[in-house]
């Protein structure tokens, strides 16, 4: 009778393995009361919004009337200020514009592994998000996608990921590292703007280009390093970061924007490519570099050749 017992008590306890374990494949704990939307295919589904859904934890099921769930729509969870926690099955592989925008019980997000694309402004001003983790497979990071995340600490960018869009991380007050993998071409206007506390950067030699103001307003960078590939400077790329020390101009620029380095107000040490033809109006304007400071490796026939503009 005790082995009987003890048989029935363990096939319990698988029992209930497997129904926890089935939560996190929409078999049976899934939240109820969501909103889905049947795709264009005819035979997959996103989820389109909260609907009746109270949840404060939501589980988004793999699956709904049969077919795979693979998105969350534009919207979807916008503005749900009481949703701390999200599961996202494996099977999404997108998230829309404006998904998560002020989500601001959200600190920690951990996105399904297959995962190709995240809309423009999905994360927009979600103030606690402290972490997330980007997967290999994404190959979109959308406009806005984290604007706003202020206590977003660390960010890494995968190499199927070829460019980040305008304003994608600006105003992430607390990053402070950034990795970025090999094979990303171009950095977005004001991409990380206002990034306070980022403090060093190498930006792989596949980038061939960087937006106007693209770190802007990044206080605390003492260091970067510009890829070769790069052939301008923007206007204001590099505008009020008053800690960088040092910049080395790859040979392949011929134009630094107008204000690009202005009020870089530690700036002491410049090295300036050959390939320079025009430094833009106020390019280094309120810096502490003197002429002594600065190192150009034409000949001086080439530098006299440059058009410069005002206030430098």
Partial sequence: MKKILAALFCLSLIALACNLSACYTGAIFASQGLEYTLNEDGKSY?????????DTKIIIPATYN??????????AFSGCQKLKNIFIPTSIVSIGEGAFGDCAGLTTIVLPKKLTSIGDFAFINCVNLTKIEIPKSLT??????????????????PSNVKAISDVAFAECSSLTQVEISNGLTA??????????????????????SIG?????????????????????????????????????????VTRIGDSAFAACTSLTSVTIGDSVTTIGDYAFSNCTILSTDVFYKGTEAQWKEISIGEGN
């Fill in 46 to 54: 996103s989820v389109s919004g909260v609907g009746t859904c109270t």
């Fill in 66 to 75: 049969g077919n795979p769930v693979t998105a969350i729509g534009d919207g």
């Fill in 140 to 157: 979109t990071i959308g406009k806005g996608a984290f604007y706003g995340c202020f206590k977003l600490i660390d960010i890494e960018i």
């Fill in 187 to 208: 950095i977005g206007d004001s991409a990380f703007y206002q990034c306070k506390n980022l403090i060093n950067l190498e930006i792989p030699n596949s980038v061939t």
């Fill in 212 to 252: 106007g103001q693209a770190f802007s307003w990044c206080d605390n960078l003492v260091e970067v390093k510009l890829p070769n590939g790069v052939t301008e400077i923007e206007d204001f790329t590099f505008f009020k970061c008053t800690n960088l020390t040092s910049i080395t101009i790859p040979d392949n």
